[in-house]
């Protein structure tokens, strides 16, 4: 008699090697729980073992009823305890956080939940933190980024791999079931008949998410039956273009961007005084570049300074600078920008400046 083997679902391993203490992050949910069994399962077979020290983390976040999160907790502890793996717990209060800082629930809830992790990673707890991020959520993540205007950077949406530095050692955060469907995973659960916990929040559409997997997306798969891996393949191309510029950056902009302003005699003046950082650019320079890549430096420079740039900040610079024309800026010597996060443009008969004001 031929035995069909157990199901089991197939996840990125190249970055897990033998030694490693991997933990998985685990709320409950199909995809959590189906990540921790496939981890668990594939490090126990005898033949072909991944050889980790693995446990689990779960966040109690105090969004939902308190009967609701607890349940979650107790299903995780109990699964957990079946197992035989070691689970790290962090309870906190999300409602309380939000009225502090103003951050939205998932801004929040995101924040804590990633703060954990690199304290485990930061106590020697982990060597890496697993998520079970799907080709659902990444396709949902490229066209929540797409719809606020997200450069090329954004649109990479959710990496299979994040470097984590904390002020002991250095891990990682990973998502090996980035091209696993839910679908699959929920087909998996129900073959071995494993439960799992369903987020009432999941179908709450005040939340932004919530309306793009339950409203916006299917009506956009009547015009692409393939969109979810439409858009997770335009995330892997924009990681990469990405990647590929910030090489390019890395080489070209200690050659082009000079601290502080010009002196007479030679040389250049740098503030000391706190909220003085400046940097300052040559228009001849800049003109010399092609468009994209002046949009790449300037966006840089900012970064450099703390400040990111909008679309139409970046526009507003090129109009400073002669490369565009903008009804609102005046492109001569003296003329100057107010931009956010306390970022000022100052323009000079040779100079492009950028400093913050504080």
């Keep these: 008699m031929n035995l069909m083997p157990p199901p089991a679902l197939s996840f990125d391993r190249t970055n897990i090697k033998p030694g490693d203490r991997i933990c998985v992050a685990i709320s409950g949910g199909a995809d959590s729980v189906a990540l921790l069994l496939t981890l668990h399962a594939a490090n ?45 717990l962090h309870h906190t209060s999300i409602p309380e956080r939000v009225a502090q800082t103003g951050e939205t629930i998932e801004e929040a809830a995101r924040a804590v ?13 982990a060597d890496a933190i697993l998520t079970a991020h799907t080709l659902d959520d ?33 891990g990682k955060i990973l998502r090996p079931f980035l091209n696993t469907r839910r679908a699959e995973i929920e087909d998996f659960l129900n073959q071995i008949n494993q439960p799992w916990r369903e987020d009432s929040t999941n179908t709450d559409t005040a ?59 030679g040389g250049r003046s740098v503030s000391t005084a706190p909220g003085q950082s400046a940097l300052a650019i040559e228009l001849d320079r800049l003109r010399a570049l092609d468009p994209a890549l002046r949009r790449r430096v300037l966006r840089a420079a900012a970064r450099q300074l703390g400040a990111r740039l909008s679309f139409d900040e970046t526009s507003r610079l090129l109009a400073l600078c002669g490369f565009l024309t903008l009804p609102t800026v005046a492109a001569r010597t003296g003329a100057t920008l107010h931009l956010s996060n306390q970022l000022r443009a100052e323009r000079s008969h040779r100079e492009l400046r950028l400093f913050l004001q504080k």
């Excluded at 693995?54 to 105090?62: I, N, Y």
């Excluded at 703060?115 to 707890?125: K, T």
């Excluded at 393939?226 to 590929?244: G, I, V, Y």
């Design 113 to 125: 939940r990633y703060d954990f992790f690199r304290s485990l990673i930061a106590a020697n707890e």
């Design 44 to 88: 126990t077979v005898k033949r072909d073992a991944l050889g980790i020290g693995l446990s689990a983390a779960h966040v109690h976040h105090g969004i939902r009823p308190g009967e609701e999160s607890d349940a979650d907790q107790q299903f995780v502890e109990a699964l957990c305890a079946r197992l035989d793996i070691p689970l790290h």
């Design 207 to 265: 939340y932004t998410r919530n309306r793009i997997r339950h409203e916006l997306l299917p009506q956009l798969r009547e015009y692409n039956p393939s969109l979810d891996q439409t858009l997770s393949n335009l995330a892997e191309l924009a990681r990469e273009e990405e990647a590929r510029w910030q090489l390019e950056l890395s080489r070209l902009l200690p050659q082009i961007l000079l601290p502080g302003k010009p002196v007479r005699g």
């Design 138 to 170: 990444q396709a949902e993540t490229v066209l929540m980024k797409l719809l606020r205007g997200a450069w090329t950077e954004g649109l990479s949406a959710i990496h299979p791999v994040v470097l984590v530095n904390t002020p002991t050692r250095t």
